[in-house]
Nanobody, 121 residues
Framework: QVQLAESGGGLVQAGGSLRLACAAS????????MGWFRQAPGREREFVAT???????TVADPVKGRFTISRDNDKNTVFLQMNSLKPEDTAVYYC???????????????WGQGTQVTVSS
């Protein structure tokens, strides 16, 4: 099982940027599919982005063109660069690691504790 620790959340004004990082505890990080989800108060958990072992990625439509997911396998870390932030991006952002994209999408991977992102208008 891999332990995940998110960082980089905070308070930012609309139009600003934040970069989230998720550090994994295992050297086998490169074998995991990684993803970011978010959950706003009173709303269901929402897919944000995923990145596979070779760097191929998928980004959800609401954040496409604004958010970028990347990974550094040498540092066991996945990143989420968030630009042009909007108040509706306010949520707790969670990092997840899974052995496959199907496991990740089913929510059955290893989850971090989450980091709060708040975007003020």
């Amino acid at each position: 099982q891999v332990q995940l620790a998110e960082s980089g959340g905070g308070l930012v004004q609309a139009g600003g940027s934040l970069r989230l990082a998720c550090a994994a505890s295992r050297r086998t990080f490169s074998t995991y599919v990684m993803g970011w989800f978010r959950q706003a108060p009173g709303r269901e958990r929402e897919f944000v982005a995923t990145i596979n072992r070779s760097g191929g990625f998928t980004v959800a439509d609401p954040v496409k063109g604004r958010f970028t997911i990347s990974r550094d396998n040498d540092k066991n870390t996945v990143f989420l660069q968030m630009n042009s932030l909007k108040p509706e991006d306010t949520a707790v952002y969670y990092c997840v690691a899974a052995a496959s994209i199907d496991i990740l999408n089913a929510g059955s991977g290893n989850w971090g504790q989450g980091t709060q992102v708040t975007v003020s208008s």
